[in-house]
């Protein structure tokens, strides 16, 4: 069994900046892609950054040049820093990590809650 701990959420003004932790606990041989999606009210979760186990990264368009994705593999941790917060930025912010042990298996967190107002 694997935890995912969220953390860093909170209440910002626009133009401000948050940074979101995700660690991983439990039965873990390896983690291979990490990554943060949203979900806003009324709308579908979608995928804000992504990390591979090597470093590389993808962004979702809206976020690009503001947000930075990265992992710590010794401490099985990923973040996202969010810079030049908008309201629209305004969701529940979940980690998602493909994690390996006897088999492979996809774990979600339990989302932390980004409010950014203008």
């Known amino acids: 069994q694997v935890h995912l701990v969220e953390s860093g959420g909170g209440l910002v003004q626009a133009g401000g900046s948050l940074r979101l932790s995700c660690a991983a606990s439990?039965?873990?041989?390896?983690?291979?892609?990490m990554a943060w999606y949203r979900q806003a009210p009324g709308k579908q979760r979608e995928l804000v950054a992504g990390?591979?186990?090597?470093?590389?990264?993808n962004y979702a368009d809206s976020v690009k040049g503001r947000f930075t994705i990265s992992r710590d593999n010794a401490k099985n941790t990923v973040y996202l820093q969010m810079n030049s917060l908008k309201p629209e930025d305004t969701a529940v912010y979940y980690c998602?990590?493909?994690?390996?042990?006897?088999?492979?298996?996809?774990?979600w967190g339990q989302g932390t809650q980004v409010t950014v107002s203008s």
């Open positions: 990390i591979t186990r090597l470093g590389s990264t």
């Open positions: 998602n990590t493909e994690v390996v042990a006897s088999s492979r298996r996809v774990y």
């Open positions: 439990g039965t873990i041989w390896s983690i291979n892609s």
